[in-house]
């Protein structure tokens, strides 16, 4: 019993850490020298896959030589499965409820995911790499810090919306 809730421990603090790690290497890295794979998300298309899904690809090879280097160290294995947990939810939360990427439309009209599905919106209401707010994937801050910031980064930096967002951070 004591085992399993070490794993399970190790399972939970490693998805939070993931959420972290997620929200740096999208601010940082995503918005910065990695935006050659990652503009292919911001711009519209009509393709089911795009330059961004590498990162994906990337992520998965991570996982699974964590879950190798696992087979010697079982505490590796379990932070593997939290990493394997953490895209998942990403998958779900991110690719399915935000955009909408799998065949039914689902958008949540109350509650922490309808919050989450606006935080990702204004997220990318942006023309651009420069200016957006909201960096995670499964942690949606607080809506109207949110557009007050958009409003000040528009402002500041002169951005360019997308149509299709303006009435999201309009007042």
Known sequence: MVSFLIALGIVITTIAAMELFAWWAHKYVMHGWGWNWHRSHHEPHEEAFEK???????????????????????????????????????????????????????????????????????????????????????????LDRLKAQLRRNREEQHLELYESEREAVAE
């Open 52 to 142: 961004n899904d590498l990162y994906a690809v990337v992520f998965a090879c991570v996982a699974m030589f964590l879950f190798w280097v696992g087979t010697a160290y079982w505490a590796v294995w379990w932070i593997a499965v939290g990493v394997t947990a953490y895209g998942a939810l990403y998958f779900i939360a991110h690719d399915g409820l935000v955009h909408h990427r799998w065949p039914f439309r689902y958008v949540p009209k109350t509650g922490y995911l309808k919050r989450l599905y606006q935080a990702h919106r204004l997220h990318h209401a942006v023309k651009g790499k420069e200016g957006c707010v909201s960096f995670g994937f499964l942690w949606a801050p607080n």
